[in-house]
């Protein structure tokens, strides 16, 4: 799951870092990721925030693409949008009812001194709430994800049973596309 969403962004993104709850994540993690770095959490029990503190400190470039690592089927359009999107702002993030600070582009050096002068800032929508945001709107974000795959997350056997579901289908519709084009000779 986690190698899906590191194909999906890597590419837009100059280096791979992935903030993990301990050292045995590390090491279950790095066959799968090789190319990555690694932060661990400081303190456990904070939820993402930590890994947002950690994941900062160790990434050096001034973007920061944030990613769910359970988010298998993660589209790079979502994160080209953002990129497209983000301007002179501090973070893009997308907006539903709610916005998801799980699926953004921050900057880093901004995050890294707001997160280093205040411990309190207990969530990533915390974090949020302090930055010159623009928020991504649905019409926006279903224009490069129809269905939008990029915020199904994999929490439950539910959630696998659907993605799974979903990549086959995908496999299939791919297949039919590979034979008309062997059958006729064109697309």
Known sequence: MVRRVA???????????????TSEMVSALQPILPEAAFSIDRRSDR????????????AIGDRVLVAPCDAPLLRPELYRLFLRSLGRHECVVSKFDVFDPLRAIYRRPVVTRI?????????????????????????RIRAVDPDLSSFLDVNTQGDLDEVLARLERQSREGKRRDWRIDASGSP
Do not use: K, N, T
């Open 47 to 58: 939820g993402p925030i930590e890994g947002f503190r950690g994941g900062f400190d160790v």
């Open 115 to 139: 997160l280093r002068s205040d411990e309190s800032i207990a969530s990533p929508s915390a974090l949020v709430d302090r930055l010159r945001c623009r928020f991504v709107d649905p019409d």
């Open 7 to 21: 194909d999906a962004i890597g590419p837009l993104a100059g280096e791979l870092v992935v903030s993990v709850a």
